[in-house]
């Protein structure tokens, strides 16, 4: 799993294939976003999950989010070579205005 | 979908030289950040503003100036580089006020090597 400064994970699994990549977080937080950062580019948004949520889905994402163990997780199912990246988890904290603090990431690679 | 551009995307500068990264926003977005992306780390915050003449501190502001010259322009100063600030620059920005949890929109990246 990922967090703060801890060194990039790193995934690989077969085109097809499902994946779950986890994030922890040392303090309370409202909402936890995961974002996706194709090689050369910026990252990108891809699902925002709130405190009172356990779950949100789109496509073939879906996120849950644990409040009690202060974790989140994004699945990719059926994963193609183009989910190849690395996923970032974010927190925002209340008293932190509109900061958000992104976790080390996971580097997925997906093999043909 | 927010356009965020940034020049240069390439620099080469000397320890002790200047050096001013641009950003530019062109969605209106109030919020504007800079963070720096290191290898094998993710993104830690610089400095961040939510608008025009507005400076907040990030999370590794040493060594680092910033200023929002209008809602479209942020620009971050290294006005003595150093080799530790050899990094891959990410600017962003996002509509999110205090309790509106915003995605934020990041360019493309300047990668700055300090010899």
């Known amino acids: 799993s990922q967090w703060g400064e801890e060194n990039l994970q790193a995934l690989s699994i077969q085109e097809g294939e499902d994946v779950t990549m986890n994030c922890s977080y040392k303090?309370?937080?409202?909402?936890v976003q995961w974002y996706r950062q194709k090689s050369g580019k910026g990252p990108a948004q891809l699902i925002l999950?709130?405190?009172?949520?356990r779950e949100k889905r789109s496509g073939r994402l879906r996120a849950t989010l644990d409040t009690s163990s202060q974790s989140s997780s994004l699945s990719i199912t059926g994963t193609l070579a183009t989910d190849t990246a690395v996923y970032f988890c974010?927190?925002?904290?209340?008293?932190?205005?509109?900061?958000?603090?992104f976790g080390g990431g996971t580097r997925l690679t997906v093999r043909p | 979908e927010a356009a965020v551009t940034q020049s240069p995307r390439n620099k080469v500068t000397v320890t002790g030289g200047n050096v001013t990264l641009s950003c530019r926003q062109t969605n209106s977005h109030n919020y504007m950040y800079w963070y720096r992306q290191d290898t094998g780390h993710g993104l830690r915050l610089i400095h961040y503003s939510y608008g025009a003449g507005n400076l907040q501190i990030g999370d590794v502001p040493d060594g680092y100036k910033a200023t929002r010259t209008t809602q479209e322009d942020f620009f971050l100063l290294l006005e003595l580089a150093s080799p530790s600030q050899t990094s891959l620059y990410f600017c962003?920005?996002?509509?999110?006020?205090?309790?509106?949890?915003?995605?934020?929109?990041f360019g493309p990246g300047t990668r700055l090597t300090v010899l």
């Open positions: 962003a920005s996002s509509d999110g006020w205090g309790g509106n949890y915003a995605e934020q929109f």
């Open positions: 999950i709130r405190s009172n949520e």
């Open positions: 303090t309370y937080t409202t909402v």
């Open positions: 974010a927190t925002h904290h209340n008293n932190a205005g509109a900061k958000l603090t």
